[in-house]
T-cell receptor, first 113, second 114 residues
Framework: GNSVTQMEGPVTLSEEAFLTINCTYT??????LFWYVQYPGEGLQLLLK?????DKGSNKGFEATYRKETTSFHLEKGSVQVSDSAVYFC????????????FGKGTRLHILP | GAVVSQHPSWVICKSGTSVKIECRSL??????MFWYRQFPKQSLMLMAT?????????EQGVEKDKFLINHASLTLSTLTVTSAHPEDSSFYIC??????????FGPGTRLTVL
C-alpha cells in the first residue's frame, strides 16, 4: 500500500544547528510529496512541495529534494531558530487516484535558545 | 496564498449536545473539502471528503450519522458532531482545494466534550 514513514521525535536541537528530518515513502504510483508544519494549537501549513523526481522544494530556509531512487524526501535546514519549533509532517498525494493526502506520523521539533 | 478559516476555534459542550464546526475558503472556490481528526501527538486521520453539492464520502470506521457533513456552497462546509460524548473530544481540521489543486488547511477547532 501507500505510506509515509518519518523519523520519530521529539527532535531537540540548539539554535543555529543543522536540521534533518528523514522521510521515506512507499507508493504504487508517482506521487507528489509535501512537508507540512503545525505550530502549537494551530492547523497545518504547507511548508514546501515537490511534484517530480529531482525537484527541490524550498521555503523559509527549509529544503527537501524528491529522490525517486531512494524514495525519500528528507527535510533540511541549515540553521534552525527557536521559532521553528513545531510538528512537521511528511505527506504524499497520488494525483492519479482519489487525491487523498497520506500523512506520516509527524516529527516534533524543539529548538533550544 | 489561499486562506481557509474555521469557526469556532475552540468549543466546550456538554455530553449529548450537538456541535457544528464551519470551514470556509476565503479567496477561492473549494470544490472539494476534507475533514480530519487529530488526536494528541498523532497524525491527521481523514474522516470524510465532500464535493460541493453532493453527499460526503466517509472513510471506513467513521460514523456518518454521528459526523454530519454538509457542503452546500463552494466556500462553506460544515461538520456537525451529533450527540457528542467525551470520546469525541479532539482537534478537528478541515482542508479545501479548488479542482485538483493544492489542499489548504484550516487552523483547526478544538472540541472538548464534558
Amino acid at each position: 500500500g501507500n505510506s509515509v514513514t518519518q523519523m520519530e521525535g521529539p527532535v531537540t536541537l540548539s539554535e543555529e544547528a543543522f536540521l534533518t528530518i528523514n522521510c521515506t515513502y512507499t507508493a504504487t504510483g508517482y506521487p507528489s510529496l509535501f512537508w507540512y508544519v503545525q505550530y502549537p494549537g494551530e492547523g497545518l501549513q504547507l511548508l514546501l512541495k515537490a511534484t517530480k523526481a529531482d525537484d527541490k522544494g524550498s521555503n523559509k530556509g527549509f529544503e527537501a529534494t524528491y529522490r525517486k531512487e531512494t524514495t525519500s524526501f528528507h527535510l533540511e535546514k541549515g540553521s534552525v531558530q527557536v521559532s521553528d519549533s513545531a510538528v512537521y509532517f511528511c505527506a504524499l498525494i497520488l494525483m492519479n487516484r482519489d487525491d487523498k493526502i497520506i500523512f506520516g506520523k509527524g516529527t516534533r521539533l524543539h529548538i533550544l535558545p | 496564498g489561499a486562506v481557509v478559516s474555521q469557526h469556532p476555534s475552540w468549543v466546550i459542550c456538554k455530553s449529548g449536545t450537538s456541535v457544528k464546526i464551519e470551514c470556509r475558503s476565503l479567496d477561492f472556490q473549494a470544490t472539494t473539502m476534507f475533514w480530519y481528526r487529530q488526536f494528541p501527538k498523532q497524525s491527521l486521520m481523514l474522516m470524510a471528503t465532500s464535493n460541493e453539492g453532493s453527499k460526503a464520502t466517509y472513510e471506513q470506521g467513521v460514523e456518518k450519522d454521528k459526523f454530519l457533513i454538509n457542503h452546500a456552497s463552494l466556500t462553506l462546509s460544515t461538520l456537525t458532531v451529533t450527540s457528542a460524548h467525551p470520546e469525541d473530544s479532539s482537534f478537528y481540521i478541515c482542508s479545501a482545494r479548488e479542482g485538483r489543486g493544492t489542499q489548504y488547511f484550516g487552523p483547526g477547532t478544538r472540541l472538548t466534550v464534558l
